[in-house]
């Protein structure tokens, strides 16, 4: 059919350049080390969790109902947010139906059109989508370089407003962004600071609470976004700020307001997982020396894994079908790692990203380490 002939051509391209995605099943019976779940400290299928949503699920039922500006506003989510805000040493929280509806909501509810956005180069698709949606003028300054960043903060010009978006650790990297340099700057230029801590919550800093805390980044200007569906192991997501910022974002962000509230079961499970970080915040800790661990063992193999000083561990590859193959070679000894191609990352940095969680023991990241070594030098390029 003529209407659909470019989906066609589309998937050809796709499947010549070897980029092609695809939903796969697969069976964790026959996998002995999952290393692309972001369920860092193993509490997605833990008692604790499940019989927190099964009794909430008990008590308020299976959907939230309605947006929380109607009738969808729980006890649960206000708990929640209290929570959070405690936590993350602010004065309030907003939750979200997830990650990237947070980004694409709270983004452009704070910048529009005479507003100017300077990002890092590698944030996450959903916060460049969300710069695109808001229509601000849009900069990306190269990767953790705040003298680029600063660069484009002196030419900001007639721009009203300027945001500016890092990650606090990268999700395809796994290293950490100058949080203090960048806050600097944010200060100096009188710039808004907005730090997706995806995958630094629940791991780094004081009670698992991430590296802006650690690094004590604070003040108004400062926003924290993190999400519940990661170490913490639930579903949805949260910005932590002012009780300002708060009653702003409830009136604007879209993704909030025209959007259901979080299913009350998991919300009550992310309030317990965040209860149990806290006051188990040696698990994150745990997980970032058994990461180091791995790191370590592949350095010793000459595997390159960039900058990388968090529980996401990228092993460099390059051709993508190189990736692919390689990622094959560890399936068929019951790893899973999968491959990261473009677009998700640059031409020519196919990866394969291992995420270390609390499941994998030393003994495993030991022989990962060393199967690694035997497919860069056995599987054919
Ligand atoms: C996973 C991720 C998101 C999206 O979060 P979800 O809750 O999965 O939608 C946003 N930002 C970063 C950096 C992420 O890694």
Known sequence: ??????????????????????????????????????DYLALAGS???????????????????????????LPIHMELEEEIALWKRKESA??????????????????G??????????????????????????FRFNHNDPSHLEFFL?????????IIITESVFSMDGDIAPLKEIKQLADQHDALLYIDEAHSTGIFGPEGAGIA????????NVILMGTLSKAIGAYGAFVATSERVKKFLVNKARSLIYSTAIPP??????????????NNSEAGKKLLVNAKLFREKLHNYKIDTLQSASQIVPVMIGQNGLALAISRFLLE????????????????????????TLKHTQELLIEVALLLAEAFQNVKR
């Open 47 to 73: 008692e604790l969790l499940i019989e927190v949503a099964i009794e909430a699920m008990k008590k308020y039922g299976v959907g939230a109902r309605a947006s929380r500006l109607l009738s969808g506003n």
């Open 213 to 220: 805390l650690q690094e004590n980044i604070v003040g108004e």
């Open 94 to 111: 907003l939750l979200f139906g997830s990650g990237f509806l947070a980004n694409i909501g709270v983004i452009p509810a704070l910048v």
């Open 113 to 138: 059109e005479k507003d100017i956005i300077i990002a890092d180069r590698l944030i996450h698709a959903s916060l460049v989508d969300a710069a695109l949606l808001s229509r601000a003028k849009f």
């Open 265 to 278: 079961a998991i919300a009550a499970a992310a309030l317990a997982g965040i209860r149990w970080i806290r």
């Open 154 to 162: 002196k030419r900001r010009g007639d721009y009203k407003n300027c």
């Open 1 to 38: 059919m003529k209407a659909l002939k470019f989906i066609e051509e589309e998937l050809e391209i796709i499947a010549v350049q070897n980029q092609e995605r695809t939903l796969k099943l697969h069976n964790n019976e026959n996998i002995k080390g999952d290393f692309s779940s972001k």
């Open 333 to 356: 000894r019951q790893i899973l790692a999968l491959a990261i191609r473009p677009p998700t990352v640059p031409q020519n940095k196919a990866r394969i990203r291992f995420s270390i």
